[in-house]
């Protein structure tokens, strides 16, 4: 009998709290669709389309990959998408963990080699101990502030010259947000779930980004 209560009361706790998630989500739904409404965006639930899109930290990692929340407009002249990506990860015992992460991003004027800058801490100096390459650009304070990670020493040179540097070191924004370029976008990330507060400050981000690059970089041919 007491077996019995206690399988009762597992299952009923497990209905309530799928119950409560589903309210959540559904409402978490509308409030992004009323946002994007009232701001401008296209809002769409589900994107599978973007699963693989882009390659490099956090995609490709884990299992149970999906792209939801994505939110699409023009914006100064650029088309920007953000969007939640998350994954799953299983650890010991099968404990599992879902991991999030806001994305941004914006095509680029041509494609163009990886370019990424992260925030520097004590993993990054342990992978230079080991022969990961972080490319060093002669600004003490930008490189102890920064980790460069590039396929084209020369492309990061011309996109990262002063007036990028000092941006970047000015701007608040970068304590959160992630870096890259990847062939034919420019993507933003950071931890956490889909913020709607985050997406105006963000997709300026982008484009001030970008507006930082000379137009003599996207002329440029790629190095063979």
Avoid: C
Wanted: glycine share 8%; charged share 25%; hydrophobic share 40%.
């Amino acid at each position: 009998m007491e077996l019995l209560t206690l399988v009762l009361i597992v299952v009923v706790v497990a209905g309530i709290a799928l119950g409560v998630s589903k309210w959540w989500q559904r409402k978490r739904v509308a409030e992004l669709a009323a946002w994007a409404d009232s701001n401008g965006w296209h809002y769409e639930r589900w994107r599978p389309d973007l699963v693989d899109r882009f390659a490099g930290y956090p995609f490709g990692r884990g299992h149970r990959r999906r792209a939801q929340h994505a939110l699409t407009r023009t914006h100064r002249g650029h088309r920007v998408l953000a969007f939640e990506y998350g994954y799953t990860t299983t650890g010991g015992r099968n404990n599992s963990n879902t991991t999030y992460h806001e994305v941004v991003a914006v095509p680029v004027p041509t494609p163009k080699p990886v370019l990424e800058v992260t925030r520097e801490h004590i993993g990054h100096k342990i992978l230079g101990l080991v022969g990961v390459h972080d490319l060093q650009l002669g600004n003490e304070r930008f490189d102890s502030t920064f980790r460069i990670h590039t396929e084209d020493d020369r492309f990061a040179h011309a996109v990262l010259n002063q007036d990028m540097m000092e941006w970047l070191l000015s701007e608040a924004r970068t304590r959160d947000v992630n870096i890259r370029i990847d062939g034919e976008h420019l993507i933003t990330w950071r931890r956490g779930t889909l913020d709607a507060d985050n997406i105006p400050a963000d997709a300026d981000f982008v484009v001030d980004f970008l507006e930082h690059v000379p137009a003599s970089v996207w002329e440029r041919a790629p190095r063979p």
